[in-house]
């Protein structure tokens, strides 16, 4: 099992070596704790970019994130960002 590492910028990994269905899968589930451990009935809501794989890591976290109890939004289709985005639980 291979470490997960982050830095100021998030998890940078190379997809299919580092950044796997696995380890997100890992990732997943310790969000998952978190946040049953932090709020009553959390919603998360899951989006995408338009990069390699990222439907299928999406759908990998909603999965993950389900068969704890926690409700997912997820997007259909690939999401851009912008920097008015706020986030809340």
Do not use: Q
């Amino acid at each position: 099992m291979s470490k997960i590492k982050f830095g100021t910028d998030g998890w940078r990994a190379i997809i299919a070596k580092d950044y796997t269905v696995e380890n997100v899968s890992r990732v997943s589930i310790a969000v998952a704790k978190w946040l049953l451990e932090n709020y009553t009935k959390p919603t998360v809501v899951i989006g995408h970019d338009c990069r390699f794989g990222g439907e299928l890591f999406a759908e990998t976290v909603a999965k993950v994130l389900s068969s704890f109890s926690i409700e997912v939004k997820l997007a259909k289709g690939f999401v851009s960002t912008s920097n008015g985005f706020s986030w809340s639980c």
